[in-house]
Structures are given as C-alpha cells and as structure tokens.
C-alpha cells in the first residue's frame, strides 16, 4: 500500500507560479513511477508530468517549457514547480503514483488561475 498526500494548491493569478509536493508513505520502494494528473471540469484527466524511479521525466505538451517536476527521495516527495500559469491551468492536480500491478492516487488538490 502506497499513500499520496498532496499540498500547494491555491488561487493565483496568470503568469504566477506554485508549487504543488506530494508525498508518499507506506511501501514506497514499490513505487517505480510519480506523477502529477489534472482535471478540469467538464474535461478528462490527462497526465501533466511524470518521473521515473531513474529520474527520467515526462511532460504533455501543454506545459512543457512552465512546469517542471523533480523529486526529494530523502523526504519521499516529488515537487511540480508551475511557472507563468494561464487560466487553462486551472483544474483539480492529483498525485499519482505507479507499483508493479496496480497504482495509487492522492485525493487532489486545486489549482484556481485568475485571468
């Protein structure tokens, strides 16, 4: 078992910044992927940003070059630093994480861009 407790969400306006941590307990040597998903409303969730247990990442086109994703394995945390944000940013981020069979997901945190 895996938890993701999520953080940094809030209200800002376009072209600010947040950042957003989860952090993981449990069986965290399991986990062979985190990442961030984000939903908006109306819409599906779509994968943001991922890394690999060997640090390799990944970013949906949307935010390449703004957001960037990077990892503290001392304290089990991985980081989405979000910079110049734009109103199409705003949805509920959720924290995911990826174990051999299966995969876990934080409960979420919303992330609100003024325009």
């Known amino acids: 078992q895996v938890q993701l407790v999520e953080s940094g969400g809030g209200l800002v306006q376009a072209g600010g910044s947040l950042r957003l941590s989860c952090t993981a307990s449990g069986n965290i040597f399991s986990i062979d992927v985190m990442g961030w998903h984000r939903q908006a409303p109306g819409k599906q969730r779509e994968l943001v940003a991922s890394i690999t247990r060997g640090s390799s990442s990944y970013y949906a086109g949307s935010v390449k070059g703004r957001f960037t994703i990077s990892r503290d394995i001392a304290k089990n945390t991985v980081y989405l630093q979000m910079n110049s944000l734009k109103p199409e940013d705003t949805a509920v981020y959720y924290c995911?994480?990826?174990?051999?069979?299966?995969?876990?997901w934080g409960k979420g945190t919303l992330v609100t861009v003024s325009s």
């Open positions: 995911h994480a990826l174990v051999q069979g299966g995969d876990y």
